[in-house]
Each structure stands twice: as C-alpha cells, then as structure tokens.
T-cell receptor, first 112, second 113 residues
Framework: SQQGEEDPQALSIQEGENATMNCSYK?????LQWYRQNSGRGLVHLIL?????REKHSGRLRVTLDTSKKSSSLLITASRAADTASYFC????????????FGKGTRLSVIA | GAVVSQHPSRVICKSGTSVKIECRSL??????MFWYRQFPKQSLMLMAT?????????EQGVEKDKFLINHASLTLSTLTVTSAHPEDSSFYIC?????????FGEGSRLTVL
C-alpha cells in the first residue's frame, strides 16, 4: 500500500531558485529515502535519513525528518535545469532487505 | 555499490502474448527481490516480493496467475506477464537488497498493443 504523500504534486521554478518538496507518511519507519527519476528512466538514490536523524545534507540537497509529525522535506538549493525530474520519498519499516513504500512524487520543472 | 540489471529495457508485444522480464543482481547474491510497477505519471507500487527457492508474496490486488514470478537462483528473478493486455502497459522495476541498502534496476517499459 502506498503511504507517502508528497506536496506539491508539481513545482515549477526558475533556475537558481530553491525547491522544497514535502513528504508525509503514516506508519513508523526505520528510514526515509529520497529518489529522483528522470522521465521514463530508472531511479536515482539521492539521500537516506534514519529515524533517529533530524537533518542531513548532501551537496545541494538538504533533507529534514520530523518523526513526531511523520513528515520529511527535501530542499534543493540553487536549482539547475538538470534538476528537472520527479522526486519521490520512500519509507522503510525496518533496515535491510525490506521493500520501500513510495510516495506519489513531486514533478519539478526548473526553467532556464 | 551493487548493481541490479533488468532486461529487456523496452518491450512491445501484441495483446494476448506473454512477456518475461529478468532482474539480475550482478555482483551480489539476493535471496529477496522486489517487483514494482509504475503507470505513467504515477508512483511506484510494490507488486510482489520474490523469494529465492520459494513462492513469491503478492501485494493485495495483484493477480499471481497473471504476474508469474520465479526466483530460481540467488542472482536472478523473472517476472512473466501472461496474456498481456494494453492495461498491463507500464514501467516495471525490480530491486534487491545488499548490506542494508536497496538497489534498483533500470526498469523495463512494457507496451502492449
């Protein structure tokens, strides 16, 4: 079953601006991950944040996790046209070899 | 990192035929693999969990007789879409876990005419 809900569903920004995407989930998690998917292509793993972590950075990406609100956000700073893609959050109920539950995704368009 | 490979990446078939999609873990052994389906402009939905040497576990609403899963070895799981119809046209993605992390294949786009 799908439990993640992202908002906004679609986001259009100018190059250089920051993009913020939010994700909410319903059940307890071990970790939450963000993926990027270019149109018609496979998934690219961006970042993983564990349930005992509150914030994580990777390059221009910043992810926060609020387990009390069961929500996460992905911030992409100084966006580029190449960041245009769909972004999905995915949660894992336990570590290791368990399936991920994906959110509905946010379609980001960065206009040059 | 580990590599998961899918084949074919694209397949077009006629309605009523069966199509097999392969998912291979190239440099690690995977006792469990997961199959997802993604319709256009939608998210990934878990279809089934493939277990090496035993029957697959299907998610609610997924027909096990239509989507046959075989995990005959520690590096290969196959998904066969039997008697495919246009509504089965979708992007199918597999994933496998290694050292606590899940790795995804590149996906297979099925178009049923």
């Amino acid at each position: 079953s799908q439990q993640g809900e992202e908002d906004p569903q679609a986001l259009s920004i100018q190059e250089g601006e920051n993009a913020t995407m939010n994700c909410s989930y319903k059940t307890s998690i071990n970790n939450l991950q963000w993926y990027r998917q270019n149109s018609g292509r496979g998934l690219v793993h961006l970042i993983l944040i564990r349930s005992n972590e509150r914030e994580k950075h990777s390059g221009r990406l910043r992810v926060t996790l609020d387990t009390s609100k069961k929500s996460s956000s992905l911030l992409i700073t100084a966006s580029r046209a190449a960041d245009t893609a769909s972004y999905f959050c995915a949660t894992a109920a336990s570590p290791g070899n368990t399936p991920l539950v994906f959110g509905k995704g946010t379609r980001l368009s960065v206009i040059a | 990192g580990a590599v998961v490979s899918q084949h074919p990446s694209r397949v077009i078939c006629k309605s009523g035929t069966s199509v097999k999609i392969e998912c291979r873990s190239l440099d690690f052994q995977a006792t469990t693999m997961f199959w997802y389906r993604q319709f256009p402009k939608q998210s990934l939905m878990l279809m089934a969990t493939s277990n090496e040497g035993s029957k697959a576990t299907y998610e609610q609403g997924v027909e096990k007789d239509k989507f046959l899963i075989n995990h005959a070895s520690l590096t290969l799981s196959t998904l066969t879409v039997t008697s495919a119809h246009p509504e089965d046209s979708s992007f199918y993605i597999c994933s496998a876990g290694w050292r606590g992390e899940l790795f995804f294949g590149e996906g297979s786009r099925l178009t049923v005419l």
